[in-house]
Nanobody, 125 residues
Framework: EVQLVESGGGLVQAGGSLRLSCAASGFRFDDYAIGWFRQAPGKAREGVSCMSSLDADTYYADSVKDRFTIFIDYEKNTVNLQMNSLKSEDTAVYYC??????????????????WGQGTQVTVSS
């Protein structure tokens, strides 16, 4: 059974950093695409960053490029999102999600099958 559990959210001042972690079980990273998504109040859920361990390409939303980094820690079996230079507009519930890899690292939310419960990130200005 695929399980995803996020952690690391919290309250941070604008310009600060947070690292989100998604503990994964029940699947192999090589067989799945995985990503981070977020949903702000009153807005649709959006893809933040997605990747597959099988190819070198990684997707980042324009709004987070050069500030966020997604990476897999194989020893801990986690997928992490390092978030730097946080802005108030980054405030949202952040989710990790995955799906069987089909050759694409697309970050479209409707393509992802398994979701964690989410972790709140609040950036104060």
């Amino acid at each position: 059974e695929v399980q995803l559990v996020e952690s690391g959210g919290g309250l941070v001042q604008a310009g600060g950093s947070l690292r989100l972690s998604c503990a994964a079980s029940g699947f192999r990273f090589d067989d799945y695409a995985i990503g981070w998504f977020r949903q702000a109040p009153g807005k649709a859920r959006e893809g933040v960053s997605c990747m597959s361990s099988l190819d070198a390409d990684t997707y980042y939303a324009d709004s987070v490029k050069d500030r966020f980094t997604i990476f897999i820690d194989y020893e801990k079996n986690t997928v992490n999102l390092q978030m730097n230079s946080l802005k108030s507009e980054d405030t949202a519930v952040y989710y990790c999600a995955d799906r069987p890899y089909n050759g694409s690292y697309s970050c479209a939310t409707d393509q992802y099958d398994y979701w964690g419960q989410g972790t709140q990130v609040t950036v104060s200005s």
